[in-house]
């Protein structure tokens, strides 16, 4: 059956295993068969849009990154007119990879096995000894590097197999737009680390789906008073991160509860605030607010205005945050389907991405990210050597959450374990995005697809799992 047949036709569409059936149960196999997986690998990962490489890892003429997963390798470079370009990471004359990790090629890439060249367009320049080949073989366009579909958002380039599939932005709405707010643009790598997790890929993005651990799992950012209490809800707009301690004690104690907040972000989830951001935060501890009320919001408001004269005096790159209060863009963790997440509190941010390497292994990196002046970011580290879950250098937070996936990975083998329960609406991107796979897995159609995509697509929390937009994906 072919791809387009399946989607002009829904009673063509390619049976998915363990489908999704009850929006609130999900089936433990899809997390561990080899054939699920298979399908993931021929028809999800060719048609969505991955975040290859930074783009501050590729700024000069002939700087280039190697984007792998699942087996496909693509070459992103800064091409001779200074924009970005990717190819298929393979030589035309018998597939050795022209590049690997990360460097320079000013002068275009050379095969290492036969010596075929190629410029930063891909255009082949080099054939040794042309008279051993066949003129059917010496074609000249066939002879380029295949281009792979390339376009770049938020400081990134992102690649698709797919060139029929939908737009960049348009597939990364409305997170985009919310993290075009926070200046995604302006980040830069402070440190970037990855982990080896023996665990599913989608078992690792749902650890970051939803709220509901954190109170077990991350009981430091709860405040003080209130925990034991805690409501799983979606947190109100605009300044949510701060809105849980208004009401909750005196002026004082909510100051000091949001203070110890944020340095626990600080340290604890490196890269989320800032060191700069929370000494301008911290010192702004004894500053008179209006209302016990309201001094959590009260007290975030004044951080941002400290943090804004502080751009204006250093050339340090901060969000509009009256842009951000007017437009209740929250902050907190937003996710861009199938496997990428920024993490904004004020102007830094945790980026991850999540990449499969079989049914029960998973590459998980990491970069805190965080804006500089002009010529002030310090120069980008280089590939990290992926460290174990249970290594003592993970900051705490990302820590915790690793230590829980194998267990929960190991668990779903348990006999007797056949599904996940999720609980309604906190639990509901687990299962919007478990469905919005079954989707690319059934071949339904894209147009459909991208709408599902887009509300899948947001702030973790903004959406329940009862949306009849799913119904028919599978």
Known sequence: MT?????DNPEARREVP???VERDRIDARRYYDQGFYDREVEHLWPHVWQMACRLEEIPERGDFVEYTNVGKSVIVVRNGDGGVSAFHNACRHRGVQVAQDRGNVRNGFVCPFHGWCYDLDGVNTFVYSPDHFRDANLDPVELNLKPCRVDTWGGCAFINHDDDAPPLRESLEPFATAMDAFNAHEMRIEWAESCLLPVNWRLALGAFLEGYHVLTTHPELIPAGTRGKEKYEASRPGVAHASRYSGTADARSQVDNYLLYLRNLNEGNKGMVDRRELAIAESLRDVELPSDETAGRDFTHKVYEALTEWSAETGVPMPDFNHIIENNIPAGTWYA??????QPIFGSAPQYRVRPLGPELTLFDVWALTPYAPGEAPPVPPTPTPMAPDDERWPLIPSQDFANLPKQQLGLHAAGFEYMRLAEGVEGMVSNVERLVDGYLAGADKEQLARAVQHVTGRIGHVD??????????
């Open 18 to 20: 363990f489908k999704v």
């Open 3 to 7: 791809e387009a047949h399946a989607q």
């Open 465 to 474: 799992m009862h949306t009849n937009e799913f119904l028919d994906l599978g």
């Open 337 to 342: 389907f199938p496997n990428y997440f920024l």
